[in-house]
């Protein structure tokens, strides 16, 4: 069994090439915060992530990238390897990726709402005064972002987006994006979960723009409970918030390299919470998930 042909790893997944049109997407259990990915993993996540990709590609109607996730059909795996990656790798369509983050916002937090309170910037410029932290928007908006290879990705504005790709493909990823992220929120708010934001990445295949990566799991989108919901307040999210949290109380650490190593409590609050959102949103048991995809 040759050995697979690594051609990239991010904070949280490894790439490999399969052959000239395909690679495998395998998802870690990696977490970071703050651009900084700390040394323990949260058990589980990558297959939590994995899932929910899954379950929004098979609900979603736009053409995407996945080919399959059956990793005992995946011939160029080793037996090991299959069972390794159980849960958490899908083998997708190789794309060329349009190098802008889609990012919609439906609710007004996060970067946002400090560049806001602070004056405005790229991604508040239309919106009107008067709003407050966590403030639902009268629209979803539209704020796309270099994507960037480490660090920040930076917000584009309207302007500086249209320059990048061009007037016809920003509309197309504009209203791809809008769809996509009205379907998940509707989706969602049946299941009492609010879709505060969310961000889409896009590639080309044969000409065809199709959506890639993960898509409207909890790390890519800030998803709150709807009866926590309130103008003015910090929202609970189904995701990394209590690694984020735990970190901001860690006196001395400057948010760079290395993080505090976690404390067991907030490694398995986090990894419950990521479990949480994958039952909430599928309205599936999470162990009925990892057994039919053969991890257990």
Known sequence: ????EHIGSGKVREIFRIDDDHLLIVASDRISAFDVVLDQPIPHK?????GVSLHWFDLLDTPHHLVSA??????FLS???QRDFAGRAMLVHAATVIPMECVIR????????KE???GGGPTTEHLPEGLQMASKLSEPIFTPATKAEDGHDENLTEAEARALVGDALYEELRTRSMGIYETGADYASERGIILADTKFEFGRKDGEIILIDEVLTP??????????WAEGAVMPSFDKQPVRDWLEEQDGWDKQPPAPAMPDDIVQLTSDRYIDAYERLTGKSFSD?????GAE
């Open 1 to 4: 069994m040759p050995a697979l």
């Open 46 to 50: 990558g297959q939590v992530l994995t």
């Open 70 to 75: 059956d990793t005992a059909e995946m011939g």
């Open 79 to 81: 037996s090991e390897q």
């Open 106 to 113: 439906g609710y007004l937090y996060g970067s946002s709402w």
């Open 116 to 118: 806001y309170e602070s």
């Open 219 to 228: 790390d890519s989108s800030r998803y709150w409970p709807v009866d926590s």
């Open 289 to 293: 998930y990892l057994s039919e995809a």
